[in-house]
């Protein structure tokens, strides 16, 4: 069976200019850096995710000896009916989105959108349902109970605090968390101004800006979180968050997003607490969720959270908002 090409990466064919026997060396170099921006053309973890689904896609046609580029409709049908077993709704969607585009890459028509597959996985859905099952919010008791149980003096519990009470107040989402640098932090009077540069919904770095203003306890102040940071970390440029060595020194490389949630757990683990149901995510949901428990119109939620859509806002508004304005309170029962 031929190996496919992976599905984020489409193929850019050299053309020569007319009248040109040889290819100029700047032709051929433009046509590298278009290569180069098609790579981008996609955030890195949908690249990523993308060629894990297809990876395992080719696997398994392989296994059952089926074509996988192009591939039937049936041989679809039978691998959405293989994976409904022990895959989530969600999952089993992105891996059709990535088939779909692997095809469209190679220039083939996209089995996806064949009835047969279309009925079937219309079947899926209503049989498995398709409610999102993700993380718990961290809310303020929570953050609380974090940053209290963080061991005193160790620099990775410095950095650790400052990196959960930004996420948080920021409702930043974990690559935006780890993407900032020094330069994207104004510290001033009212707080901290924090430019966010590029996110998943701003793909193309318009940029946008965002206020952290003062905790009312020293514990729990980002902007003291912050500023406690930087004197002991003596970072005066670049990366804000660092790794740390197995000595506990602090090393030059950016962390990746992946550590968010390892941090939150770690927290969670060291206060006594469940840290299965709870991840990176939990620290941007949390504010989302503890602002609408306390009142705080939609709108001022969304212009700190950055959601673009007020409908997927609204998932974490409605479980803060459960018993605001509660039809059921105004009974008399």
């Known amino acids: 069976m031929p190996e496919a ?13 007319e009248g040109e026997q040889a290819l100029p060396e700047r032709w051929s170099a433009l046509t590298e850096q278009a290569r180069e921006y098609l790579k981008h053309s996609k955030a890195k973890n949908t690249r990523r995710a993308y060629r894990s689904d297809w990876e395992d896609f080719v696997g398994w046609c392989r296994h059952h000896q089926v074509e996988s580029l192009p591939a039937t409709p049936e041989t679809i049908v ?22 779909s585009q692997a095809h469209q890459t190679a220039e083939f028509d996209t089995p996806t ?3 047969a ?40 519990a410095i950095r650790d605090r400052c990196l959960l009470l930004l996420g948080f107040a920021g409702a930043m989402r974990r690559s935006e968390l780890v993407g900032l640098d ?11 101004v924090v430019t966010i540069r590029r996110s998943k919904t ?25 500023r406690d940071w930087r004197a002991a970390s003596g970072i005066e440029t670049g990366p804000l968050f660092r790794g740390m060595n197995r ?30 149901r709870f991840a990176g995510h939990s620290l941007r949901a949390g504010l989302a969720t503890q602002a609408a428990e306390n009142g705080v119109p939609e709108r001022v939620i969304q212009e700190q959270t950055g959601h673009k859509s007020l409908l997927i806002l609204r998932r974490y508004i409605r479980q803060g908002s459960l018993f605001q304005e509660n039809a059921a309170s105004k009974v008399g029962l």
Do not use: F
């Open 5 to 17: 090409p992976t599905p984020q990466t489409p193929a850019i064919q050299i053309i020569r200019p």
């Open 182 to 192: 020094v330069e994207d932090i104004a510290d001033t009077q009212a707080g901290l």
């Open 117 to 156: 597959v279309r009925a079937v996985w219309q079947g899926i859905k209503r049989e498995k349902g398709v409610a999102m099952q993700g993380k718990e919010p961290a809310l303020t008791a929570d953050i609380r109970c974090m940053i209290e149980y963080l061991p005193e003096g160790k620099l990775i």
């Open 247 to 276: 000595h506990g020194h602090l090393i030059s490389n950016r962390l990746s997003d992946q550590v968010v949630a390892k941090v939150v757990k770690r927290a969670l683990k060291a206060a006594g607490r469940e840290a299965d």
């Open 202 to 226: 701003d793909p193309e770095g318009a940029g946008r800006q965002i206020g952290i203003p003062y905790g009312s306890t020293p514990l729990t102040c980002p902007v003291r979180a912050y």
């Open 113 to 115: 959108q064949h009835p």
């Open 78 to 99: 039978l691998y959405l009916t293989d994976c409904a077993i022990g895959l989530k709704t969600s999952t089993l969607q992105r891996r059709l989105a990535s088939i």
